[in-house]
């Protein structure tokens, strides 16, 4: 049973970063691996983040195209690997950010803020990166990391004040958590969702 699980733990790994999320094609792999118990916590983890890797992809193509949807869902995924944050963090700003801006590698704020993260200029100096290079999504996206972690240690470990003050402060930075907690509040939905569609699958392919 565990080689049956870990081989179908790598197929689910391997369809999901090659394609665009279908919830059918992942079905009988992703029903065999929520046997957790067979599992590490490393691999539990990167299960997770997975399954974040998802309903991101899902959440980004109903601001852009699918194709750039599934690029910026990985690089979400990918920038956030070996680090204490997961892809919802990433996610969540660029989507607080730039979603109305259909996330664009090109947004400008009016205060100068540059790319998907919106990086301020001399922001994205500090992290050793041109503000040319906020164009560049994977760039942009670490900076945004980089950023995030100074935020972090600002406020002293706590990730709800450190998103609040990836914005700034006062009025401005209120309004933008009441935004990050709304898209984080369906972004989890939607996870929940994906989650009981496969249990559903899994349910009605054992009594079959």
């Not at 999901?16 to 599992?39: D, G, H, R």
Request: hydrophobic share 40%.
């Amino acid at each position: 049973m565990r080689k049956k699980l870990i081989y179908a733990f790598c197929l689910l790994l391997t369809a999901c970063e090659n394609a665009p999320f279908k919830l059918t094609e992942i079905q009988s792999a992703a029903s065999l691996v929520t046997e957790t118990s067979l599992l590490d916590s490393e691999s539990i983890l990167l299960i997770q983040r997975k399954k974040q890797q998802m309903v991101i992809e899902m959440a980004f193509a109903r601001q852009t195209t699918p194709e750039r949807a599934q690029r910026l869902a990985t690089i979400c995924f990918d920038k956030t690997a070996g680090t204490v944050f997961m892809p919802f963090d990433l996610a969540e700003i660029a989507l607080a950010e730039t979603g109305g801006n259909r996330l664009s590698a090109h947004a400008v704020s009016s205060k100068g803020a540059l790319g998907v993260w919106q990086l301020m200029p001399q922001r994205a100096k500090s992290h050793g990166f041109s503000p040319k290079e906020m164009n560049d999504d994977a760039k942009c996206a670490e900076a945004a990391v980089l950023e995030l972690y100074t935020k972090l240690y600002m406020a002293r470990g706590n990730m709800e004040r450190a998103k609040k003050l990836y914005c700034g402060q006062g009025p401005q930075a209120d309004a933008y958590m009441k935004k990050i907690r709304h898209i984080r509040l369906e972004m989890i939905s939607e996870f929940k969702r994906q989650a009981e569609k496969l249990a559903m699958a899994d349910t009605a392919e054992s009594g079959s």
